[in-house]
T-cell receptor, first 120, second 113 residues
């Protein structure tokens, strides 16, 4: 049973560029959440996708956008990169289902290995 | 707004010692609390999840407790080993349809041989 996978592993970009990160959820999961983890900090919630729609969003600017595909995989896009966007980007998957839609997602989240983004 | 605090930021202990890692949170209206382990530059591995109705969970040498009323959780590691060296993060899931995970900054543990 494949866990959560992310690509690429590492990425180096320059200021002003755009980047796309990819995530495949754990088998059987339908929800993908993205987190940004700066060095020495805990992960910060960016947004969550379920049924191909953004369901929740953290305190991140519109430069951060995403997409979820019918197979539940997801992309995170960041435009106009800033030096401060350098971080480890983590993807987490979980099962939301019908119960989750009513009561909120309470299931355990499984995290991928992350993508290390460096902005020069 | 939920805030999660983990103190101290770093801890160094000799091998074999039993130790306790602390986590505190400001809003007691939570669904659950989760402890994660993170090795340098890697993703997160879930260690234990405690539902809001539970008081503790155990897995091997790990035991996590939850006291919602006081906004505290502890992760107890018995007979620590060098392989336990990692950063341990506490995360709280808030209640409501828009629940999300809020993380602490983590405690970096070093177990000396």
């Amino acid at each position: 049973d494949a866990g959560v996978t992310q690509s690429p592993t590492h990425l180096i970009k320059t200021r002003g560029q755009q980047v796309t990160l990819r995530c495949s959820p754990k088998s059987g999961h339908d929800t993908v959440s993205w987190y940004q983890q700066a060095l020495g900090q805990g992960p910060q919630f960016i947004f969550q996708y379920y049924e191909e729609e953004e369901r929740q969003r953290g305190n991140f600017p519109d430069r951060f956008s995403g997409h979820q595909f019918p197979n539940y995989s997801s992309e995170l896009n960041v435009n106009a990169l800033l030096l401060g966007d350098s971080a480890l980007y983590l993807c987490a998957s979980s099962f939301f289902g019908l119960t989750g839609r009513r009561a909120g997602n309470t299931d355990t989240q499984y995290f991928g290995p992350g993508t290390r983004l460096t902005v020069l | 707004k939920q805030e999660v605090t983990q103190i101290p930021a770093a801890l160094s202990v000799p091998e074999g010692e039993n130790l306790v890692l602390n986590c505190s949170f400001t809003d007691s209206a939570i669904y659950n609390l989760q402890w994660f382990r993170q090795d340098p530059g890697k993703g997160l591995t879930s260690l234990l999840l405690i539902q809001s109705s539970q008081r503790e969970q155990t897995s091997g040498r790990l035991n996590a407790s939850l006291d919602k009323s006081s906004g505290r959780s502890t992760l107890y590691i018995a007979a620590s080993q060098p392989g336990d060296s990692a950063t341990y993060l506490c995360a709280v899931r808030t209640t409501g349809a828009n629940s999300k995970l809020t993380f602490g900054k983590g405690i970096t543990l070093s177990v000396r041989p």
